[in-house]
């Protein structure tokens, strides 16, 4: 008769002391909570049976570096990694197919991570990693809520073909995010999506992006970050809010009509606050691009005191 052997707790020797834990052959699962908060616990081998890592298996252990996957991994739970807050890289098959709710969350030093096989980001799995940079994935599909949210190193990421949705505040905080490519893929852009992005002056938004939301025109993305537009309206709802670097905006509608009669345009626009908090006075535009178009006055220029109807919304 065959058994399936899984690590249900762990239970140090020697409380105080660091150990390098190796689990034998033959183990196919680590179960849930099973090193929690075992801050012995300075790294771990696993061998090349284990194919599943339980919910909050490694949650807390504050003082692990380093974990070694051999094996075709195909399921890791939610927190499994939460607040490991000294590993540094981990690298894992392509049987895993996704990263779970908050399964990174609050790694501070986790700087690297390798998944070609992930297809679906759940919500805050690397949210607060502040030390990630260096993001690998395969055929992503799915990017959760706040998934990458105040990953403050984060300077750029690679988004593939294959990726159908940008989640709520996905890289909400990103700080030094400086360029995003948004493949011609996504359907769907939620709100929030890029908020507080401080560092962001270069975005690109592909003509195939379906417009669901007639209130998101992607003339005031342009006019706040610098986005390169590629059609005339897109599902971006307050998606770039308060990414206040941007220096200047350039606007590229390829002759189409960026917005409907002034009236309407007037309607759609009142109380978006897509870009709520936003510094007005860093924001510039090329008017010569924008003559002839509608557009909102004060997303292009300096704030006015006290404008007038004519002075927010005019014919450039």
Do not use: W
């Amino acid at each position: 008769m065959a058994y399936e052997i899984i690590v249900a707790k762990f239970t140090p020797d020697e409380p105080d002391e660091r150990i390098d834990a190796v689990l034998p052959d033959g183990v196919v699962g680590i179960g849930a909570k099973a090193f929690r908060f075992k801050g012995e616990v300075r790294s771990l081998r696993a061998p090349q049976s284990l194919i599943e890592v339980g919910d909050a298996a490694f949650d807390g252990c504050r003082n692990l570096v380093q974990v070694d996957f051999p094996g075709d991994v195909a399921m890791v739970g939610k927190r499994a990694f939460q607040h490991c807050t000294s590993l540094r890289e981990i690298t894992f098959a392509e049987t895993l197919g996704c990263i779970d709710d908050a399964t990174f969350q609050g790694a501070t030093s986790l700087s690297r991570i390798v998944a070609p096989g992930v297809t679906e980001i759940n919500r805050y799995a690397f949210q607060r990693c502040t030390s990630l940079v260096d993001v690998q994935f395969g055929a992503l599909k799915t990017i959760g809520r706040r998934a990458f949210a105040s990953c403050t190193e984060l300077e750029r990421i690679e988004l593939p073909g294959t990726l159908k949705v940008i989640g709520e505040e996905a890289f909400s905080g990103c700080q030094a995010l400086r360029e995003v490519v948004i493949p011609e893929s996504v359907e769907e852009i939620e709100p929030r999506a890029f908020r507080g992005c401080t560092s962001l002056d270069a975005a690109s938004i592909p003509e195939s992006i379906v417009q669901r939301f007639p209130e998101s025109f992607t003339q005031e993305v342009a006019a706040r970050a610098g986005v390169v537009l590629k059609t005339e309206r897109t599902r971006l709802s307050a998606a770039f809010q308060e990414a206040h670097e941007a220096d200047r905006a350039e606007l590229m509608a390829d002759g189409k009509r960026l917005c409907a009669e002034e009236d309407e345009l007037r309607k759609q626009l009142a109380g978006l606050g897509m870009f709520a908090r936003a510094e007005k006075d860093r924001i510039q535009a090329r008017l010569d691009e924008l003559e002839g178009q509608l557009a909102e006055v004060r997303d292009l220029i300096d704030a006015l005191d006290n404008p007038t109807d004519e002075e927010l919304l005019a014919m450039l």
